[in-house]
């Protein structure tokens, strides 16, 4: 076989590996993009439903005013965190936002006809609801992420990746690492 063949053949071979490689580093790109997209979607969706709930405790409980206020300054941070924020930063403004939520329910827990009040039903059931959809977004996006980045660092990709612009994307993680821990129950006995 001529050599010039051979050169032709061993260059196409290399051409067609890095196109390749190219494209499957373009199809991660995308896909982490879209799980972000996801997570957007649901925490747009727990944004919008967080004023509606404040303002229904809010008739029943209306002298704690200090929680109503730490949860709407943290909705307000989460809405401003938007999507220009970095993964990191966005998740840290809406576990800001997930505490004070807690402390709403707590609040609502000592009214037990709130509770009783079919929109305060509705409402906690969609916000519920949304927050598994998050965690369920947060699992697909960073699991999107493990796989893009992966492809980043594995040979021979790591060779030409940053070279065409990709970059390693960062997980959407929890910031406080007391959200990692266990919920310890305990029964008293009276």
Known sequence: MDPIVIVLIVIAAIAVFLIAGFNRLVTLRQRVKEAWSDIDVQLKRRHDLIPNLV????????????????????????????????????????????GTLRSLFAVAENYPQLQAIQEFK????????????????????????????????????NLYASLLGFKPEQFFELADPTEREVPQVKFTTP
């Open 55 to 98: 303002e229904t405790v809010k008739g029943y409980a209306a002298h704690e005013s200090a929680t109503f206020q730490a949860v709407t300054n943290a909705r307000a941070a989460a809405v401003a965190a938007g999507a220009s924020a970095s993964p990191q930063e966005r998740a840290q403004a809406e576990n800001m936002l997930t």
């Open 122 to 157: 509705d409402l906690s059931e969609n916000l519920t609801a949304t927050e598994d959809k998050i965690a369920f977004a947060r699992r697909f996006y960073n699991g999107n992420v493990r796989d893009y980045n992966t492809a980043l660092m594995t040979f021979p990709t």
